[in-house]
């Protein structure tokens, strides 16, 4: 029997596990009973961060952007159609780093956007830039292979 995923819910933060094989139907949290996975990247903020993103089975693919830049803003309908195709095995979430000062100085983020993607809350691989979605495909395919 495979062992269960732990999952924090993107909503309240609390611990589920779910069956590697019911992943992908479409699981709710036993807390506050909402969607584990919504097709959409989750918002982050410091209060957020470490629940969701630091915790959990799923590697984390985070974007760090900010309302003002040209290219994060024609990235997001990316970075959300990869949400849709990727989840459950992988959970993209997004931090604005003009709301979110400290994430941004505790990952060392200099130019906007960047994608860090995650795994156990421990950064394992980095893209600076907007990448086409096959590039951004290639970039977490060739991260999690490694």
């Given amino acids: ?3 269960p995923l732990t999952l924090p819910c993107p909503h309240c933060g609390a611990l589920n596990r779910v069956p590697p094989e019911r992943a992908g139907e ?18 982050l903020t ?10 959990g089975d799923l590697p984390v693919l985070v974007d760090f952007w900010a309302p003002w ?8 309908p ?3 159609q990869a949400a849709r195709d990727h ?5 993209l979430a997004k931090v604005d780093t003009d709301a979110q000062p400290s994430l941004a100085q505790r990952f060392g983020i200099r130019s906007i956007p960047t994608l860090v ?13 907007a990448p086409s979605a096959a590039q951004l495909r290639q970039f977490v395919q060739d991260a999690l292979a490694g």
């Fill in 1 to 3: 029997m495979p062992t």
């Fill in 26 to 43: 479409r699981p709710s949290c036993g807390r506050c009973k909402q969607a584990l996975f919504t097709g959409q990247p989750v918002e």
């Fill in 46 to 55: 410091a209060a957020s961060f470490d629940a969701i993103a630091g915790r």
């Fill in 69 to 76: 830049c040209g290219p994060c803003r024609g990235f997001a």
């Fill in 78 to 80: 990316v970075f959300a």
């Fill in 87 to 91: 989840e459950p095995r992988l959970r």
């Fill in 117 to 129: 993607l995650l795994r156990g809350g421990r950064e394992i691989a980095r893209q600076a830039g």
